[in-house]
Antibody, heavy 117, light 106 residues
Framework: EVQLVESGGGLVQPGRSLRLSCTAS????????ITWLRQAPGKGLEWVGF??????????EYAASVKGRFTVSRDDSKSIAYLQMNSLKTEDTAVYYC????????WGQGTLVTVSS | DIQMTQSPSTLSASVGDRVTITCRAS??????LAWYQQKPGKAPKLLIY???SLDSGVPSRFSGSGSGTQFTLTISSLQPDDFATYYC????????FGQGTKVEIK
């Protein structure tokens, strides 16, 4: 079964850092781009960024709202992608999801990040 | 950036109704469009990708159409399990989502 599982969420103070993990199973992880998205409480879906597969350069792209603060990376040997979040703001509070690309897109169940003092 | 505009924002319908949701892109995205269903507290569920390709296991009452800038999601006969929020998503250039359409019980 193709599966993605996010972990690492929790309560963090503004200005601090947190690293999320996205652990994949059931498919060849290295063949796919991994995309991160988020959904603030009661709001819509927002693209955060992605990291391309090695064949396409392995390079990342970021939304303007997180550029310079968030970093996506991947370890194909472990089938894990990471989202390093620095200088967190209260507006970063959301459920964070990872997905694989290209379609059909498979989503994880999400992990909640709460940024609050 | 490509903007996605969904309509309506809310839709009240009854079981058995035919339901249509529209999504418009601010520029041509060819057929690089997906539709999702989301229920409270759950991850979005992929229904359709490439504008009209039904994901595995999705009931055939769901269908998608369109290309360029205008797209529709149609539910041919609304079922009790279909009351949820629906999102369109373009993936031609990065990803952008519509604001969502909540399908409510009439």
């Amino acid at each position: 079964e193709v599966q993605l599982v996010e972990s690492g969420g929790g309560l963090v103070q503004p200005g601090r850092s947190l690293r999320l993990s996205c652990t994949a199973s059931g498919f060849t992880f290295g063949d796919y781009t991994i995309t991160w998205l988020r959904q603030a409480p009661g709001k819509g879906l927002e693209w955060v960024g992605f990291i391309r597969n090695k064949r396409d350069g392995g390079t990342p792209e970021y939304a303007a709202s997180v550029k310079g603060r968030f970093t996506v990376s991947r370890d194909d040997s472990k089938s894990i992608a990471y989202l390093q979040m620095n200088s967190l703001k209260t507006e970063d509070t959301a459920v964070y999801y990872c997905t694989r690309d290209p379609p059909p897109f498979v989503w994880g169940q999400g992990t909640l990040v709460t940024v609050s003092s | 950036d490509i903007q996605m505009t969904q309509s309506p924002s809310t839709l009240s319908a009854s079981v058995g109704d035919r339901v249509t949701i529209t999504c418009r892109a601010s520029q041509s995205i060819s057929g690089w469009l997906a539709w999702y269903q989301q229920k409270p507290g759950k991850a979005p569920k992929l229904l359709i990708y490439k504008a009209s390709s039904l994901d595995s296991g999705v009931p055939s009452r769901f269908s998608g159409s369109g290309s360029g800038t205008q797209f529709t999601l149609t539910i041919s006969s609304l079922q009790p399990d279909d009351f949820a929020t629906y999102y369109c998503q373009q993936y031609k250039t990065y990803w952008t989502f519509g604001q969502g359409t909540k399908v409510e019980i009439k």
